[in-house]
């Protein structure tokens, strides 16, 4: 039952963002391909990485990794800031435009937060949080999250 309820709720936080995105192919922007979406999901939650550590973490080639990034910039999607201490590396950021276009995720995340905090107790609340940072930090180990703040 357990497997059942979590896929739910990963279940439902999708649909409701894939519900959101159509409903902008209708009005206007759709500027962003189904691999440049998940390209630019990896790299927000990878909080901006290298060229190389994106490519690394998706399996593909350097010179791959730097076409969809072009296409990305291109786009007004991404950019690459120079880091402070090694002039030679740059990170990369999502911009506005892509912040604008995660939020529609991410306001649905928010809202679902606040039904939670109204239905449970505070100590369910935090019982559920532990939770999750226990099953993020030490029963997924496959996929290391570092969130590297601007130098």
């Not at 550590?53 to 999607?77: C, D, M, R, T, W």
């Not at 990369?92 to 939670?116: A, C, F, H, Q, W």
């Not at 239905?119 to 930090?137: H, I, T, W, Y």
Request: proline share 4%.
């Amino acid at each position: 039952m357990l497997e059942v309820a979590f896929t739910q709720v990963y279940s439902k936080f999708k649909l409701h963002f894939y519900q959101k995105v159509f409903g902008r192919f209708q009005s206007r922007e759709a500027s962003m391909t189904t691999v440049e979406t998940f390209c630019m999901e990896i790299i927000h939650a990878l909080g901006q990485p290298t060229v190389n550590e994106f490519a690394s973490f998706v399996q593909i080639s350097p010179p791959n990794a730097a076409y969809k990034v072009n296409n990305l910039i291109h786009k007004g999607y991404l950019k690459k800031v120079r880091s402070n201490t090694d002039r030679r590396e740059f990170y990369l950021v999502p911009t506005e435009k892509y912040e604008d276009y995660y939020n529609i995720s991410y306001r649905y995340l928010t809202t679902v937060m606040g039904r939670i905090r109204a239905r449970f107790s505070p100590q369910e609340v935090g019982k559920l949080e532990n939770m999750l940072q226990v099953v993020a930090d030490e029963l997924m180990p496959e996929i290391r999250l570092r969130q590297r703040q601007q130098e």
